[in-house]
């Protein structure tokens, strides 16, 4: 049973082809809606709302997911072990786990 984590089948490559996919539309439409959102300059953008600001960070929650979690994740998948050591471990699991926190609380407060 325990062989069974040590081999690349054909569900490891699913994953990897479904990370890979999420993580390029998700890069792509967040950073084109950051863009967006920062260019405030223009004379015809009335004041924001709060609700602007909320989307706005959900969006960068959002851009941390696409920029790292999935990444990671992907990377994991295709290459079945850990290989970046014990404390990227650890930092990247923190910041996998605050990513999905902030995107949930932020959706909340929506």
């Not at 990227?88 to 786990?97: A, E, G, P």
Request: glycine residues 6%.
């Amino acid at each position: 049973l325990g062989d069974d984590f040590e081999v690349f089948n054909s569900r490891d490559l699913m994953n990897v082809v479904a990370y890979t996919v999420m993580s390029i539309i998700g890069m792509l439409s967040n950073t084109w809606v950051l863009v967006i959102a920062g260019r405030q300059t223009q004379p015809e953008i009335r004041s924001r709302t709060n609700v602007h600001y909320l989307v706005y960070h959900l969006t960068i929650a959002d851009t941390i997911t696409c920029f790292i979690t999935l990444p990671m994740e992907t990377a994991w998948r295709a290459t079945i072990e850990w290989y970046a050591g014990n404390l990227m471990c650890k930092v990247l699991m923190m910041v996998r786990t605050g990513g999905y926190i902030l995107s949930s609380n932020l959706l909340v407060v929506l």
